[in-house]
């Protein structure tokens, strides 16, 4: 028996340590933990509520538009607000959040997940005409793979054509993923941390000018996901059809919905294009009452308060704390494990009946003689993912044709309250959630439970272990010393500890160490 740490996982957001327990080649026990801790809610405490909107965006660079919207909503309600947004403002704001997913999905499975598959060598005796081949080519020829790395080798399977190509698809995404960053500036102002989401709606004014300048490049990202997204995907799968039955974790899965189609005041109740709801392996959809959510600290390193719902909650750090493993708290859904992300998504919608997703999942499927069940996976991860990009790409280029120029983007309010809201919404990794309690105007508590804390979080007061934990127990290790089989399901869960635990100190850290030791 014995114990492989990776400290810390690279590509991905942020730093997280993953200890796995191994025994015969299987993993028994798995520790996943947040190594930092932010406090960013604590920063709002005391000041104007609508600075929320702003600051906690500065959660996180690559998502900061989901907090910003989820910070909205709790203001729209907050301020009475919720149920008066104009159409404008609403399809406005999903047109900023579609742009962001895009550029989201299309970064983590190039950049962030596809080289765990990929073997950029195989550039190296490439001797073609393709230009962006024949300058990696030269890059790597210095002896500059730090960004292709670590490269995990071992278990390699495309073929070299299939290697090139995807290496030249990897560079075209770098500009694709400025091109979706553009897009959302087009109505945002900048990206990352937009200024035009505001309480109310937006500030940005729908003009012909910007809706076809928008409308342009979503095309341009369209044709790049037809393509170059989907088909890459599909021909990992094809080499990697195992990963299907690898790392399936709690088959319990929950979404908030996402991309508003009306203005009802109740976001349970809010019509939104991705439902709301929980799913479990049986695939039946399940409402969601926001007052079953709660967070627990028992293994994290924070002042106990036991399970508390987010109005109650506080971020008190206690690096001290005896048993505690990482800064991620556990959030639980009616006391259980709660797997969040695209494919809880695209469950919640195929189990709704969503046409446009049963549609494309059962397509994909098909191409393997699979059933849903093949989704509980790595794989099935990464073609929800796919698959979503390629839906909502198309769903914004419609969405921007509905705008009207010339009539209002934002909702009056009165400034001067004492109330509470709550913004549930879904950011490209998963369920996110905002709750702030004002009081004379000023922030009195405030509260973000974000995707990668659902997905990331350590063991509960139960020893009940997190997703992620429990997605990586029961694995087989091929080789101890080179635990590709690890890092390929930690990353299909796109996790972001920037997110997930809200400055960080390296005094006493042991910042890139990777041992198998006896136990």
């Not at 793979?145 to 995404?173: C, I, M, Q, T």
């Not at 919608?349 to 059962?362: F, L, P």
Request: hydrophobic share 40%; net charge neutral.
């Amino acid at each position: 028996m014995g114990k492989i740490v990776i400290d810390p996982v690279t590509r991905i957001e942020g730093h997280l340590k993953i200890e796995a327990v191994v025994d015969n080649g299987v993993v028994k026990e798995a520790r996943s933990s947040g190594m930092m801790y932010r406090g960013l809610e604590n920063i709002l405490l005391g000041r104007d509520p609508r600075d929320a909107a702003r600051i906690m965006q500065r959660i996180c660079g690559v998502c900061p538009t989901s907090h910003g919207l989820s910070a909205t909503f709790a203001l729209d309600e907050a301020y009475g607000v919720n149920g008066n947004i104009p159409a404008n403002g609403r399809i406005l704001r999903n047109l900023i959040q579609g742009a962001n997913y895009v550029q989201s999905h299309i970064l983590h499975f190039y950049q962030l997940a596809a080289l765990d598959y990929v073997d950029v060598t195989a550039v190296a005796d490439y001797n073609g005409s393709d230009p962006t081949l024949k300058k990696v080519k030269e890059f790597i020829s210095r002896g500059h793979l730090g960004p292709f790395l670590p490269r995990y080798e071992g278990d390699y399977r495309l073929s070299k054509e299939e290697n090139r190509a995807a290496v030249a698809h990897y560079v075209e995404a770098l500009n694709l993923r400025r091109l979706a960053h553009e897009a959302l500036a087009v109505f945002g102002g900048k990206m990352p941390h937009n200024m035009s989401i505001v309480a109310g709606g937006v500030t940005a004014e729908p003009t012909v000018d910007k809706i076809a300048n928008y409308l342009w490049k979503i095309e341009q990202l369209c044709d790049f996901i037809d393509h170059r997204y989907l088909p890459d995907v599909l021909m990992v799968a094809r080499r990697y059809s195992d990963y299907f039955g690898i790392g399936g974790g709690c088959k319990q899965f929950m979404s908030f919905g996402v991309f508003d189609l009306d203005h009802h005041p109740d976001l349970t109740k809010r019509k939104r294009w991705l439902p709301q709801g929980i799913v479990g392996a049986d695939l039946r959809l399940r409402p969601v009452d926001p007052n079953q959510i709660t967070e627990q600290v028992e293994n994290s390193w924070y002042r106990d308060t036991g399970p508390v719902h987010p109005y109650d909650g506080s971020t008190e750090p206690d690096r001290d704390k005896a048993g505690a493993y990482s800064w991620c708290k556990s959030p639980r859904y009616a006391g259980e494990v709660m797997e969040v992300g695209p494919l809880a998504r695209m469950l919640a919608a195929y189990a709704a009946g969503h046409a446009e997703v049963q549609g494309q999942v059962n397509g994909v499927l098909g191409q393997f003689s699979a059933g849903p069940e093949a989704l509980f996976s790595v794989l099935g991860r990464h073609a929800a993912r796919a698959i979503e990009c390629k839906l909502v790409a198309q769903k914004l280029k419609q969405w921007v044709l509905e705008l009207q120029p010339g009539q209002p983007v934002c909702a009056e309010y009165q400034l001067d309250v004492n109330n509470r809201g709550m913004g549930l919404h879904e950011a490209p990794r998963g369920a996110l959630g905002h709750w702030i309690v004002v009081e004379d105007g000023k922030t009195k508590n405030y509260q973000a439970v974000v995707p990668t804390t659902w997905n990331m979080g350590p063991a509960d007061a139960k020893g009940v272990p997190g997703p992620v934990e429990q997605s990586l127990i029961g694995t087989r290790v091929r080789d101890e010393q080179n635990p590709f089989e690890l890092v390929r399901i930690v990353r299909s869960y796109d996790p972001c500890l920037s997110c997930a635990v809200h400055v960080i100190t390296p005094k006493g850290r042991d910042l890139g160490r990777f041992v198998v030791a006896p136990e």
